[in-house]
């Protein structure tokens, strides 16, 4: 079974997030022993000059659950926060263990510039273009209104209806 990367993401919040507390609920908001690895995980990540080869001294130094360290620091390295570094890096001289990853901010930039470039771009061909696609969104179902451009349900036989 797959973990959910759901995150709480709400912009008004965003600009609220003071200290690593916030920081932790935004990524696990409804779980508080994931809030307190979280913010453990990070805060031993941060401190460290050199990648952690385990994590797990932190269950037994703050009384955090192996199944509750283990599925959020996978979370936390689905999310982009943390990155495990292989002995194989040749940037890290054969270093491995866990380190901050900047993958998730660098994402994050990314795609507040996309929303940006496509707020920003008000071509005609543009605006064709997300409208034909837009269609392709619409549920083909008999319950759907047609209207022109819309893609029409096709029976058995391979036909439109």
């Known amino acids: 079974m797959t973990e959910s990367s759901k995150i709480e993401f709400a912009a008004r919040h965003i600009r609220e997030i003071g200290d690593i507390t916030d920081l932790a609920h935004v990524f696990f908001h409804s779980n508080r022993n994931q809030q307190h690895a979280a913010g453990r995980i990070l805060l031993a990540l941060k ?3 050199q990648p952690i080869p385990s994590l797990s001294y932190l269950e037994d130094r703050y009384g955090i659950s192996r199944r509750t360290l283990q599925r ?7 999310l982009g926060l943390i990155e495990r570094i292989s002995w ?6 054969g270093q491995e263990g866990w380190r901050l990853s900047s993958r998730m901010s660098t994402a994050l930039r990314l795609l507040a510039d996309k929303i940006d470039d496509w707020r920003k771009d008000n071509s005609p061909e543009r605006r064709r273009k997300e409208e034909t696609l837009t269609v392709l969104l619409a ?6 209104p047609s209207y022109a451009g819309a893609p029409q349900p096709i029976d058995k ?4 209806s």
């Open 47 to 49: 401190a460290a000059t």
């Open 72 to 78: 959020t620091r996978a979370k936390l390295s689905r």
């Open 88 to 93: 194989m890096n040749s940037r890290y001289g």
């Open 139 to 144: 549920a083909t179902s008999k319950d759907t």
């Open 157 to 160: 036989s391979g036909h439109s």
